[in-house]
């Protein structure tokens, strides 16, 4: 199964700034997922947007 990033998207003057909603952190305090920058020479597209999320919950069924 693949991954999923979910991103908030920001527009600016100069492109658009994806962000990350995860706050998670590596072992030396770095964001897991840092920002990305997107600058409207490279001719970003946005294709969707996220109407709802959610993640699969494992249970033992047999309990």
Do not use: H
């Not at 030396?28 to 109407?51: A, M, Q, T």
């Not at 699969?56 to 309990?63: A, N, Y």
């Amino acid at each position: 199964m693949g991954n999923t990033f979910i991103k908030c998207v920001t527009v600016e003057e100069d492109g658009l700034l994806l962000q990350s909603l995860n706050i998670e952190e590596d072992q030396n305090g770095e964001s897991k997922f840092p920002d990305i920058k997107l600058y409207w020479d490279d001719n970003p597209r946005i294709i969707g947007k996220v109407v709802a999320a959610s993640t699969p919950i494992e249970r033992d069924f047999f309990i």
